[in-house]
């Protein structure tokens, strides 16, 4: 059983080299492996799929395996830290939690690009608008072709 997190995460709270007060304020045993997947988290700031995210943690712990990486996610997410975003037949992505910006995943090359706000904005009002249905943009990726593989 996993412990509760003390307060909701606020990642603008927390700077990458506080990694491990950020998982103890939530509830969380202090490992290497979990401070070193944090960290790259906080730094890198938006969605990520797991390999780039285990590139980013074996900087502060070498070696550290993708399957730790993922295992840790789960546990990040489970206390409210993490949070996980579908992407189609992609990869597995992440990202801390509280960022519901909605992202497009190339299908060719992984790319992960923001959609601005506006352009959701609008999508999610015309939805409605048309049907009724109020869309929740965010835990979903769109799947589609980066600029750099679309010929």
């Known amino acids: 059983m996993r412990p509760e997190p003390s307060k909701a995460f606020d990642p603008g709270e927390w700077e990458p080299e506080r990694a491990g007060e950020a998982l103890r304020a939530h509830g969380c045993r202090v490992t290497q492996p979990r401070v070193a997947v944090l960290r790259a988290l906080l730094e890198h700031g938006g969605t990520i799929d797991a390999l780039g995210l285990t590139a980013l943690a074996q900087r502060y712990e070498p070696g550290i395996h993708e399957a730790t990486v993922y295992r840790t996610v789960n546990v990040l997410s489970?206390?409210?830290?993490?949070?996980?975003?579908?992407?189609?037949?992609?990869?597995?992505?992440?990202?801390?939690?509280?960022?519901?910006?909605?992202?497009?995943?190339?299908?060719?090359?992984?790319?992960?690009?923001?959609?601005?706000?506006?352009?959701?904005?609008?999508?999610v009002e015309s939805v409605e608008a048309r049907t009724g249905f109020l869309l929740e943009p965010g835990h979903f990726a769109l799947e589609g072709v980066c600029g750099e593989c679309s010929p």
């Open 78 to 123: 489970e206390v409210g830290i993490a949070s996980h975003v579908h992407a189609g037949h992609g990869p597995s992505l992440v990202r801390l939690a509280g960022d519901e910006q909605l992202v497009a995943v190339c299908r060719d090359c992984g790319a992960i690009a923001p959609i601005p706000e506006e352009s959701v904005a609008q999508l």
